[in-house]
């Protein structure tokens, strides 16, 4: 079929964005690390055409960055950088808020069979984030959270919010996972409120949600002005 090539270039330049991005957070690319679109086709075995595509979305995401001359590589976010990255996932997640407040998206009723259980299923997602935090398993954690966060964001309705804080949250983990993976053992040390707010979110508590994702921020930046300093 005509289209057969397009689709799989597509589909391995997703497979190889996710593993790039996978490694970012892993800590295995380190900030600064550069790389060249041959380095990476040789080390995947495939063509450069999708590596390519893969390394500029990345860097779209501002998960690489691209430099014309010598190739991509990880970017060393500063404490700064940090510190907006959360200012502006927390002015998404007010305006998320207001409109649940409002009874927007999935919140405009809240008996609805579909609302319990799509906030039941982020639960479950929540409850699994918790359990790595608690076992300082970052790389779980992320997972997790990521896919918590998403799967929240949508019950207010808004795709393009939804997708922005993805985005949000996506880079202030690669930020902050420049620190965390310094230390030997994270246990403890992680924010584990996850269940918290979706029990705010099902009692459609907009004031119990936002005191909860503040407490969330404060921890978050407090941990890693910490480890900055250190």
């Known amino acids: 079929m005509p289209g057969n090539g397009a ?3 597509s ?3 997703q497979q190889i964005a996710d593993a790039l991005r996978d490694e970012v957070l892993a800590g295995r690319l380190q900030p600064g690390r550069e790389f060249t679109v041959k380095e990476i086709a040789e080390q995947y075995g495939v063509s450069a055409t999708p590596v390519r595509e893969a390394l500029v979305d990345l860097s779209a995401q501002g998960i690489l960055e691209a430099d014309q001359h010598r190739g991509f590589r990880v970017p060393e976010y500063s404490l700064t950088d940090y510190r907006g990255m959360v200012e ?3 002015l998404v997640t007010d305006g998320m808020f207001q409109a649940l407040a409002e009874g ?4 405009q009723d809240p008996a609805d069979p579909r609302t319990a259980a799509a906030l039941t299923t982020v639960r479950r997602r929540g409850e699994e984030a918790q359990r790595a935090a608690g076992a300082g398993e970052l790389t779980i954690l992320i997972g997790y959270d990521l896919r918590f966060w998403r799967e929240l964001s949508a ?3 808004n795709p393009y919010l939804a997708d922005f804080l993805h985005r949000l949250r996506l880079l202030s ?3 902050a996972v420049q620190h965390l993976r310094r230390l030997p053992d994270l246990r403890g040390l992680l924010w584990s409120g996850h269940t918290e707010l979706v029990d705010a979110l099902a009692r459609r508590d907009a004031t119990a949600a936002r005191a909860v994702v503040t407490a969330y921020d404060t921890h978050s930046l407090a941990l890693i002005e910490r480890l900055a300093a250190r």
């Open 7 to 9: 689709v799989t270039r």
């Open 155 to 157: 019950l207010f309705g």
């Open 104 to 107: 927007h998206g999935a919140f």
């Open 88 to 90: 502006a996932r927390s």
């Open 173 to 175: 983990w690669v930020c």
């Open 11 to 13: 589909t391995l330049r």
